[in-house]
């Protein structure tokens, strides 16, 4: 049992005081408090922090050596001069111990996984790399090497180098794992991108509902500001989740839905506000098509067989339906980023996107703004082979030709998307269909936290015959690389500009605070110093850094030297419907030019041009659905190796309703290990027993259970939800890979046997 | 001379401890201490719920009873009502530790003295917020002085209807003030595993 920190202090201190009326004439000297940091000399740069991809703005007080503290500035749009706790804990990054710190190349002969290396330096690394690159390529051809990738220096490694050297598989998680299905709806809706800072104009709106969408718990930092902002301002606030999440916690309304029937609730809405008449008329007539096929899909989908379908009240939908309708265009169901969940993901989006369009709010106060790119201008290079395959946030390419004398993406087919699915490359390292892929470069993706099926994605490992990581900690699919190249972090670099989509566009620097620590370096150096060794060196045409920076900056009638002084660069943007009608410009890039409610791309792709609802796989006996999400002071299964915000949460736990705890027997402070429908077991992992869950769904936060014994804090901490994830359901429009039909049941467990974190911390220090 | 205090809107804060890591990088809180925690608790059941999220930290009462049990005058108020600690003249015996009600302060061993939350007096001493206050993403973080009605924090608390206090049954009159509690029976009181 552990004592109450009260009763504990209490007790000590009796004792403590005792001694120290009698001892004080013995107590000689002491150390007096050594000058805090901010005392000194402190010089301050402007950075981009990379604890999250939302990626703020920030400004580093750096004393000499070390970055002692980073903060949000007011100029910048993303950070406005506050910052999360992930953003805050930034330069324990930097100064683990357990970093990445010399390049390493596997002893050859050992399998991989064993996690045997010896040192080695750049220059044999690379030369390394680049003649098994160049054997892959004469061998097999250059789409015989993948590159996956997650982060800023993702702009190397997945964008620029695949497509400089002749491969369409690149990939990044961010896509087929997160975003890809709102993203392909919203082309298919809008003819426009979500995006990675998500256009919502959350301070004028009056009426926000928010389905699985953990705000409050992702901690993206402006939004989250906003957000509060808005509820200052008096919107209300509908949470539709099988949890009562944070988000819930502030809400006017929580509607705990039955997991994986969310778009039967949206269907019923779209179903009120056209049989009551509620919807925005002007609106649709005037930005809109297949308003009239919608009516007729719509009918069935009543508020009474969304009740069945969903276990919310029928008067409830209707109720939330003529609240939103009162309310629009000031109301709006902002989209989420995770939108990877059942494998009918990107129907469930349009429904969202159809029914924003219905209140009239895209483009308009209240509702979502229309996002602008600022415009900058690539550094001048020859023509790439290829265009970049991956995607980002910001969804789709245009692009789906593949150049004479290049294959295909080894994914194509398999779904209607122009982006490459992740998950989808790691079947060909294993059977060699359509074409094999022999080689991988992992650039700051954790392939066995993001990708599911992690036994595939180990098979897939040993099958292939060059597999790079770069990274900077030892993470445990990195000690199964080949060659480990170790970065600088983010704060000892430079890094390619981050243009933001906006309401007001705008471009971001980051200056490395100083030189970089150990034998680590900056992606550009890594990727250009490698283009040079693979027949690539016309393509990095500039010799530094600064030089490349530099010169895009005139594109913009700057210069690197002001860019440093001012961090951030503002540009006007054209943020509503009525700024692009002043300047007789449409907006919506569809086929219709216009809002397509009825989809006829969709159609002649063969898929439900308008959204239909599919019940969600069912829970098997004796089974919970596993649900995962956020914690506000970690980031996807980067983070749990930071000292400082593993202080702040240590580990995770397993949600379980409090009945059903009773009923296993579940006893506060019980662990619990949890094992899905294909026998896989996580934890021990503390069972929270909890009013705030439902009885069929369990719930973990992601990114704990490690399994990397060169990651001090983080080994062996929690449950990882993604190794539960054995199975997935493939979104045939998006590729996107739903992770929500996997099932697990507890077992009870014996609590952990590990050290505290803070012992842990001072030993690493000691 | 002020009076100087801070307010938490419970309605605001989310839990997310962006203020507990400000306070821990800036003043480089030791391992293992903290200046500034969170404190979560779920009130209710299924599904008529709601949660506290409560930040808490060195309330800088105007009756603190840290001040009187120490034995060399090390622990100390300000001219502006701040409750501070003088390193040279602390021999770390805890007896303060032991007064505070709300367990906000530690020893910190490597110096050999009591600490705790200062409100950040050197960022305000340069005109800045306290650094829990200034990052804190839902604005839920209010500073300033009491004793000017014209500053924020005064005219937010004049506009508020409910506020509460940590342990008012302890008569310490503290200045760091709660506003907005989800409960409508106020603050969670009992201590509890955060």
Same mark, same amino acid.
């Given at each position: 049992? %552990?004592?109450?920190?009260?009763?504990?202090?209490?007790?000590?201190?009796?004792?403590?005081?005792?001694?120290?009326?009698?001892?004080?004439?013995?107590?000689?000297?002491?150390?007096?408090?050594?000058?805090?940091?901010?005392?000194?000399?402190?010089?301050?740069?402007?950075?981009?922090?990379? #604890?999250?991809?939302?990626?703020?703005?920030?400004?580093?007080?750096?004393?000499?050596?070390?970055?002692?503290?980073?903060?949000?500035?007011?100029?910048?749009?993303?950070?406005?001069?506050?910052?999360?706790?992930?953003?805050?804990?930034?330069?324990?990054?930097?100064?683990?111990?357990?970093? +990445?710190?010399?390049?390493?190349?596997?002893?050859?002969?050992?399998?991989?996984?064993?996690?045997?290396?010896?040192?080695?330096?750049?220059?044999?690394?690379?030369?390394?790399?680049?003649?098994?690159?160049?054997?892959?390529?004469?061998?097999?051809?250059?789409?015989?090497?993948?590159?996956?990738?997650?982060?800023?220096?993702?702009?190397?490694?997945?964008?620029?180098?695949?497509?400089?050297?002749?491969?369409?598989?690149?990939?990044?998680?961010?896509?087929?794992?997160?975003?890809?299905?709102?993203?392909?709806?919203?082309?298919?809706?809008?003819?426009?991108?979500?995006?990675?800072?998500?256009?919502?104009?959350?301070?004028?709106?009056?009426?926000?509902?928010?389905?699985?969408?953990?705000?409050?718990?992702?901690?993206?930092?402006?939004? +989250?500001?906003?957000?509060?902002?808005?509820?200052?301002?008096?919107?209300?606030?509908?949470?539709?989740?099988?949890?009562?999440?944070?988000?819930?916690?502030?809400?006017?309304?929580?509607?705990?839905?039955?997991?994986?029937?969310?778009?039967?609730?949206?269907?019923?809405?779209?179903?009120?506000?056209?049989?009551?008449?509620?919807?925005?008329?002007?609106?649709?007539?005037?930005?809109?098509?297949?308003?009239?096929?919608?009516?007729?899909?719509?009918?069935?989908?009543?508020?009474?067989?969304?009740?069945?379908?969903?276990?919310?009240?029928?008067?409830?939908?209707?109720?939330?339906?003529?609240?939103?309708?009162?309310?629009?265009?000031?109301?709006?169901?902002?989209?989420?980023?995770?939108?990877?969940?059942?494998?009918?993901?990107?129907?469930?989006?349009?429904?969202?996107?159809?029914?924003?369009?219905?209140?009239?709010?895209?483009?308009?106060?209240?509702?979502?703004?229309?996002?602008?790119?600022?415009?900058?201008?690539?550094?001048?290079?020859?023509? +790439?082979?290829?265009?970049?395959?991956?995607?980002?946030?910001?969804?789709?390419?245009?692009?789906?030709?593949?150049?004479?004398?290049?294959?295909?993406?080894?994914?194509?087919?398999?779904?209607?998307?122009?982006?490459?699915?992740?998950?989808?490359?790691?079947?060909?390292?294993?059977?060699? @269909?359509?074409?094999?892929?022999?080689?991988?470069?992992?650039?700051?993706?954790?392939?066995?936290?993001?990708?599911?099926?992690?036994?595939?994605?180990?098979?897939?490992?040993?099958?292939?015959?060059?597999?790079?990581?770069?990274?900077?900690?030892?993470?445990?699919?990195?000690?199964?690389?080949?060659?480990?190249?170790?970065?600088?972090?983010?704060?000892?670099?430079?890094?390619?500009?981050? $243009?933001?989509?906006?309401?007001?566009?705008?471009?971001?620097?980051?200056?490395?605070?100083?030189?970089?620590?150990?034998?680590?370096?900056?992606?550009?150096?890594?990727?250009?110093?490698?283009?040079?060794?693979?027949?690539?060196? @016309?393509?990095?045409?500039?010799?530094?850094?600064?030089?490349?920076?530099? $010169?895009?900056?005139?594109?913009?009638?700057?210069?690197?030297?002001?860019? %440093?002084?001012?961090?951030?660069?503002?540009?006007?943007?054209?943020?509503?419907?009525?700024?692009?009608?002043?300047?007789?410009?449409?907006?919506? #890039?569809?086929?219709?030019?216009?809002?397509?409610?009825?989809?006829?791309?969709?159609?002649?792709?063969?898929?439900?041009?308008?959204? %239909?609802?599919?019940?969600?796989?069912?829970?098997?006996?004796?089974?919970?659905?596993?649900?995962?999400?956020?914690?506000?002071?970690?980031?996807?299964?980067? $983070? @749990?190796?930071?000292?400082? +915000?593993?202080?702040?949460?240590?580990?995770?736990?397993?949600?379980?309703?409090?009945?059903?705890?009773?009923?296993?027997?579940?006893?506060?402070?019980?662990?619990?290990?949890?094992?899905?429908?294909?026998?896989?077991?996580?934890?021990?992992?503390?069972?929270?027993?909890?009013?705030?869950?439902?009885?069929?769904?369990?719930?973990?936060?992601?990114?704990?259970?490690?399994?990397?014994?060169?990651?001090?804090?983080?080994?062996?901490?929690?449950?990882?939800?993604?190794?539960?994830?054995?199975?997935?359901?493939?979104?045939?429009?998006?590729?996107?890979?739903?992770?929500?039909?996997?099932?697990?049941?507890?077992?009870?467990?014996?609590?952990?046997?590990?050290?505290?974190?803070?012992?842990?911390?001072?030993?690493?220090?000691? | 001379?002020?009076?100087?205090?801070?307010?938490?809107?419970?309605?605001?804060?989310?839990?997310?401890?962006?203020?507990? !890591?400000?306070?821990?990088?800036?003043?480089?809180?030791?391992?293992?201490?903290?200046?500034?925690?969170?404190?979560?608790?779920? !009130?209710?059941?299924?599904?008529?719920?709601?949660?506290?999220?409560?930040?808490?930290?060195?309330?800088?009462?105007?009756?603190?009873?840290?001040?009187?049990?120490?034995?060399?005058?090390?622990?100390?108020?300000?001219?502006?009502?701040?409750?501070? !600690?003088?390193?040279?003249?602390?021999?770390?015996?805890?007896?303060?530790?032991?007064?505070?009600?709300?367990?906000?302060?530690?020893?910190?061993?490597?110096?050999?003295?009591?600490?705790?939350?200062?409100?950040?007096?050197?960022?305000?001493?340069?005109?800045?917020?306290?650094?829990? !206050?200034?990052?804190?993403?839902?604005?839920?973080?209010?500073?300033?002085?009491?004793?000017?009605?014209?500053?924020?924090?005064?005219?937010?608390?004049?506009?508020?209807?409910?506020?509460?206090?940590?342990?008012?049954?302890?008569?310490?009159?503290?200045?760091?003030?709660?506003?907005?509690?989800?409960?409508?029976?106020?603050?969670?009181?009992?201590?509890?595993?955060?």
């Amino acid at each position: 049992m %552990k004592l109450p920190r009260r009763s504990f202090l209490k007790l000590s201190a009796a004792t403590v005081g005792a001694v120290s009326l009698g001892g004080a004439a013995t107590l000689t000297s002491r150390a007096k408090a050594a000058p805090a940091w901010y005392t000194k000399e402190v010089k301050q740069v402007f950075q981009i922090c990379e #604890n999250c991809f939302w990626r703020c703005g920030i400004r580093a007080s750096v004393v000499g050596n070390r970055v002692y503290k980073v903060d949000g500035y007011k100029e910048n749009p993303k950070s406005r001069g506050m910052l999360c706790p992930r953003g805050q804990a930034a330069p324990a990054q930097t100064y683990d111990p357990d970093r +990445l710190k010399k390049p390493l190349i596997r002893i050859e002969g050992s399998e991989r996984g064993a996690g045997k290396y010896r040192e080695a330096t750049w220059e044999e690394a690379l030369d390394y790399i680049a003649k098994k690159m160049l054997g892959l390529k004469e061998q097999y051809g250059p789409e015989s090497i993948a590159f996956f990738g997650h982060g800023t220096g993702d702009g190397w490694f997945v964008d620029f180098l695949p497509a400089a050297w002749g491969s369409p598989n690149a990939a990044k998680p961010s896509v087929s794992l997160c975003t890809a299905p709102r993203e392909v709806a919203a082309q298919y809706t809008f003819g426009r991108a979500i995006g990675g800072h998500e256009p919502i104009d959350w301070p004028n709106t009056k009426y926000i509902v928010l389905i699985g969408h953990h705000i409050g718990e992702d901690t993206h930092n402006t939004q +989250l500001q906003e957000f509060s902002e808005a509820r200052k301002n008096g919107a209300k606030l509908v949470v539709v989740d099988p949890r009562f999440s944070t988000a819930a916690a502030k809400a006017d309304r929580w509607l705990p839905i039955k997991p994986g029937t969310d778009t039967a609730l949206l269907l019923a809405w779209i179903h009120v506000l056209i049989s009551e008449n509620l919807y925005d008329k002007a609106y649709v007539e005037k930005y809109t098509v297949g308003m009239d096929k919608l009516v007729a899909h719509i009918k069935p989908y009543t508020p009474e067989w969304a009740e069945q379908q969903t276990e919310i009240p029928a008067q409830v939908i209707r109720e939330v339906a003529r609240e939103m309708a009162q309310h629009k265009p000031k109301a709006v169901l902002p989209p989420t980023r995770h939108t990877v969940w059942y494998g009918n993901d990107t129907q469930r989006m349009r429904a969202s996107y159809i029914l924003n369009a219905l209140l009239g709010n895209y483009g308009r106060e209240g509702g979502f703004y229309i996002a602008m790119p600022p415009y900058l201008e690539k550094y001048p290079t020859p023509p +790439l082979p290829l265009e970049p395959a991956a995607g980002g946030c910001a969804g789709p390419t245009a692009v789906d030709k593949e150049p004479e004398g290049y294959k295909p993406r080894a994914d194509k087919g398999k779904f209607l998307a122009k982006t490459t699915a992740i998950q989808e490359l790691i079947e060909p390292m294993i059977t060699g @269909q359509p074409y094999p892929i022999k080689g991988l470069f992992a650039y700051g993706i954790n392939l066995f936290h993001a990708i599911p099926n992690v036994p595939r994605t180990k098979e897939a490992l040993k099958n292939l015959e060059l597999y790079v990581a770069i990274d900077v900690l030892p993470q445990e699919h990195v000690m199964w690389a080949d060659v480990i190249l170790p970065e600088a972090t983010y704060l000892e670099r430079y890094d390619d500009f981050v $243009t933001v989509s906006h309401k007001t566009p705008f471009i971001q620097l980051r200056v490395p605070a100083h030189e970089p620590l150990y034998d680590t370096k900056p992606g550009w150096w890594i990727a250009k110093e490698l283009g040079k060794r693979i027949g690539l060196e @016309q393509y990095f045409p500039w010799q530094t850094i600064e030089e490349y920076l530099d $010169t895009r900056m005139q594109s913009v009638g700057l210069d690197l030297e002001t860019m %440093k002084s001012m961090g951030t660069m503002v540009q006007n943007g054209k943020p509503w419907l009525s700024d692009w009608e002043k300047e007789g410009q449409n907006p919506f #890039n569809t086929p219709s030019g216009k809002i397509e409610l009825y989809s006829e791309s969709l159609a002649k792709a063969g898929f439900d041009p308008l959204p %239909k609802y599919e019940p969600p796989q069912p829970v098997p006996e004796g089974y919970y659905r596993l649900l995962y999400g956020r914690s506000p002071v970690h980031t996807f299964a980067r $983070t @749990q190796n930071n000292p400082v +915000l593993m202080e702040m949460e240590s580990s995770n736990s397993v949600w379980l309703n409090a009945e059903e705890a009773a009923r296993l027997g579940f006893k506060p402070g019980d662990y619990a290990y949890l094992i899905n429908q294909d026998g896989v077991r996580e934890g021990p992992v503390r069972v929270k027993i909890t009013q705030r869950i439902r009885k069929d769904a369990v719930y973990i936060t992601h990114g704990f259970g490690h399994k990397a014994k060169g990651m001090t804090l983080a080994d062996g901490r929690g449950a990882s939800d993604s190794y539960l994830q054995t199975r997935y359901t493939l979104d045939r429009i998006s590729g996107g890979a739903g992770l929500r039909n996997n099932f697990v049941k507890l077992e009870k467990a014996p609590a952990p046997k590990l050290k505290s974190v803070v012992k842990l911390i001072k030993e690493r220090r000691a | 001379m002020a009076r100087l205090g801070m307010l938490i809107d419970l309605s605001a804060c989310v839990g997310c401890a962006a203020c507990a !890591v400000a306070c821990k990088m800036e003043n480089q809180v030791p391992a293992g201490a903290n200046r500034l925690w969170i404190r979560e608790r779920e !009130v209710g059941v299924f599904p008529d719920l709601t949660v506290e999220f409560r930040p808490e930290q060195c309330n800088h009462c105007e009756n603190p009873p840290c001040v009187p049990v120490c034995p060399t005058g090390a622990s100390y108020q300000t001219q502006d009502g701040l409750v501070q !600690v003088d390193y040279n003249k602390c021999i770390a015996c805890g007896a303060c530790i032991a007064a505070c009600p709300y367990d906000a302060r530690y020893i910190d061993k490597k110096g050999g003295y009591a600490d705790k939350c200062t409100f950040c007096s050197h960022r305000v001493a340069k005109g800045q917020q306290p650094a829990c !206050v200034e990052t804190c993403p839902t604005y839920a973080r209010i500073f300033g002085d009491l004793d000017d009605p014209n500053s924020e924090i005064s005219k937010t608390l004049e506009a508020a209807g409910r506020q509460d206090v940590l342990r008012p049954d302890m008569g310490t009159r503290p200045k760091v003030i709660y506003l907005n509690a989800p409960s409508k029976k106020g603050l969670t009181q009992e201590v509890m595993e955060s």
